[in-house]
């Protein structure tokens, strides 16, 4: 536990919320670097907002100090990894606790977790790229909260949540084009208070 510990507090980390996080991961961390505290429970101890939590663990990941471990019917799990080398954190049993480390699993599809949330770099990407195009801004809570209830209704499974959130987001052409769009819809439906006692009125003020 202390070589984890110890670990997290060397991590080059520039924001100092996300190195905050990574220290308390490491705090709740067990032998083989592997965590669950809640976003609840994340928030409680940093004293951060549930939504900030959220995306200091997204930048975590992708960063490359940690990953999420899917599995189905429990709490979301994060395995804690060595900065700039990819590799865990959790010593192999019977070696030299500063030496050798476990070269966790090559990353396999996963299903979108509840508290998902696209980095602040993809956010950012996607935002500059829509400006140069001359397309409207996105709402990123709404899109993000879409993209989720979508992909976990059809079980869809990703390798890369922020490159299928990239994918998403380029097929919304803009705000107005999906209020347009509703809006048409509405100008189709037929107009309930015109009906033909009105048509008979009109015909009655012709003929008079």
Known sequence: ???????????????????????????????????????????????????????????????????????????????????????????????NLSRTYITPKRASKMQVPNDWQPSA??????????????QEAIDHEYETNQFRDYHQSKGNSFKDFNLAYRSWCRRIKGMSARQGTSKARASRQPHRGYDQSDRFSEYLDSIG
């Open 1 to 95: 536990m202390f070589v984890i510990m110890a670990a997290a507090m060397k991590a080059e980390i520039k924001d100092a919320l996300a190195k905050w996080m990574l220290v308390t991961l490491a705090d709740y961390a067990n032998d083989e670097a592997i965590c669950w505290p809640s976003i609840e429970t994340l928030a409680k101890v940093t004293g951060m907002g549930t939504g900030t939590v959220s995306r200091k663990l997204a930048l975590l990941i992708e960063l490359g100090h940690i990953e999420r471990i899917h599995q189905p019917f429990t709490s979301t799990r994060y395995r804690l990894l060595l900065p700039q080398s990819g590799a865990s954190i959790a010593p192999e049993w019977g070696s």
């Open 121 to 134: 770099k993809v956010v950012a990407d996607i935002n500059a790229a829509r400006l140069t195009n001359g």
